[in-house]
């Protein structure tokens, strides 16, 4: 198909100038259990699950530092596994059971042993980066086996932190396995 950019076709100039979230196909309706709630909700074609969980649904313990999935601030779990929520689309989680730092242990509710692992060995500092960590020892603590200090150290490897307190985050993922699976240590972080 040629355009004469001469003459140009009328309905062509309109749709160039209206945003694609005016197309009808750019809208879903999606389905998805979010910290244990049922949710209903009509998202755009490219809205961030990020985006999505801060904006509309105002659970802002999701963190987002880079945008680009490298620091790992705003990972969630998704099924279980930790995701990168700035890479993700909402429309792909259809169907899909998410689990947020604030579901972890919701108001008055008690912390987890991961929650209270990072408070007792300063596996925060200034806290930005700490939901992000969080959810990703929540899922190391919820696997079947017990990971090895390599695997944690694997599972961390994709997390920022700008205070460099990598030492106290990896001891406090260590002592909520310990707790988790009272055997032997994982490794201290050390």
Same mark, same amino acid.
């Given at each position: ?12 100039? =309109? ?16 389905? &998805?259990?979010?910290?244990? @709630? ?8 490219? $809205? ?11 659970? =802002? ?9 490298? %620091? ?5 779990? /998704?099924? #279980?596994?930790?995701?990168?929520? %700035? $890479?993700?689309? @909402?429309?792909?989680?259809? #169907? *899909?059971? /998410? !689990? ?15 929650? !209270? *692992?990072?408070?007792?060995?300063? +596996? ?7 939901? #992000?960590?969080?959810? =990703?020892?929540?899922? &190391? =603590? ?18 920022? %932190?700008? %205070? ?6 990896? !001891?406090?993922?260590?002592?909520? &396995?310990?707790?988790?699976? *009272?055997? +032997?240590?994982?490794? !201290? #972080?050390?």
């Amino acid at each position: 198909m040629t355009t004469d950019l001469a003459t140009p076709d009328p309905a062509a100039a =309109t749709r160039a100038a209206a945003p694609p979230l005016a197309e009808p196909s750019g809208w879903h309706e999606i389905r &998805l259990t979010v910290d244990g @709630a049922s949710v209903t909700a009509q998202v755009e074609s490219r $809205l961030l699950l990020s985006d999505f969980l801060r904006d509309r649904l105002g659970l =802002t313990g999701t963190h987002v530092g880079c945008e680009h999935g490298v %620091c790992g601030a705003c990972t969630v779990l /998704l099924d #279980g596994e930790p995701a990168r929520s %700035c $890479l993700t689309l @909402a429309v792909q989680c259809e #169907g *899909a059971e /998410l !689990r947020t730092v604030e579901g972890l242990a919701p108001g008055d509710a008690p912390l987890t042993p991961v929650q !209270r *692992a990072f408070h007792e060995c300063h +596996g925060m500092q200034c806290g930005f980066c700490t939901p #992000g960590f969080v959810m =990703t020892a929540t899922a &190391l =603590t919820e696997q079947p086996q017990r990971p090895d200090a390599a695997d944690v150290a694997d599972a961390l490897s994709g997390h920022l %932190c700008r %205070c460099t307190g990598y030492r106290n985050i990896r !001891r406090a993922v260590c002592q909520a &396995l310990d707790e988790r699976f *009272a055997g +032997g240590p994982a490794g !201290r #972080g050390e």
